[in-house]
């Protein structure tokens, strides 16, 4: 893992499940263990009885006026591409180690996409802003679905727009999350990559296809953080793996915790 699990603990009381893509930092040179100090345990991911998305439903909204001007018109349509594909790809199928009885883990698909230029963004918004756009589009926009137990929805920030969940701000403490309302409406959060700490040397692109993917697999196996499947030392399948990217089609993806192979796939 190339971030230590303490920088999660930054928005992660332990009343408070990590749910965050952590900032990139390099691999450390291997260090000795301090006397007396136990090393951390290995990562184990366990079910904790909670809820998955067996078949999840992606709706994708990019919010702010900066998303129908280039470069940003351009990212969209990368983006918007890429979720059909990821959704019918190998990265689903991984998932299936973590079917539990009554949940079977398979293909998601794509529902849909939406630009909003209102409310208007200013320089920072908060995860409690965030939430109340969402559902006041959904109580009001007929082009959102309405919530289901497989619908999540991807909410991408303009540049120049921080978010402040938990304590901590983009860019300062995290590079996207995942997190539920009344454990009833799911959804992740990627704010622009505007920070060497949330591209980690990748392009614009690649930082947020990396940080879907990432945000993705944990809003499947544990949609309500700690609820479902979760490692109370190392979080969710992917803060294990942060970082640690490969290339799925034209697609850089983030690698992914397995508990059958004990490493990151």
């Not at 190339?2 to 900032?23: C, E, K, M």
Request: aromatic letters at 10%; proline letters at 11%; a negative charge.
């Amino acid at each position: 893992m190339t971030t230590p699990p303490d920088l999660g603990a930054i928005l992660a009381a332990p009343s408070d499940p990590i749910r965050i893509v952590p900032l990139y930092v390099p691999e450390p040179a291997p260090s000795r263990a301090l006397d007396g100090v136990p090393p951390a345990p290995p990562p184990r991911l366990t079910y904790r009885g909670g809820h998955l998305l067996d078949s999840v439903e992606v709706f994708t909204i990019f919010w702010g006026v900066a998303w129908q001007q280039a470069p940003q018109s351009e990212i969209l349509s990368s983006l918007t591409s890429f979720w059909p594909f990821i959704l019918a790809s190998p990265l689903l199928a991984q998932l299936a180690e973590y079917n539990v009885p009554g949940h079977t883990i398979g293909p998601g698909r794509h529902t849909g996409v939406v630009t909003l230029t209102k409310p208007t963004l200013r320089h920072s918004v908060s995860d409690h802003a965030i939430q109340h756009m969402l559902q006041q589009e959904i109580a009001t926009n007929p082009a959102f679905p309405h919530p289901a137990s497989n619908t999540l929805y991807f909410i991408y920030l303009p540049p120049g727009v921080a978010v402040v969940q938990g304590g901590g701000r983009s860019c300062q403490a995290f590079c996207g999350y995942h997190n539920a309302i009344s454990s009833q409406i799911f959804y992740a959060v990627m704010p622009y990559p505007g920070c060497a700490g949330c591209t980690a040397s990748l392009s614009v692109l690649d930082s947020l296809t990396s940080t879907s993917s990432h945000e993705l697999c944990e809003a499947i196996t544990d949609p309500v953080p700690g609820g479902s499947w979760y490692d109370d030392v190392h979080g969710e399948i992917g803060d294990i793996c942060a970082w640690k990217t490969k290339q799925l089609g034209a697609y850089t993806i983030q690698l992914e915790w397995s508990n059958q192979a004990n490493s990151c796939v």
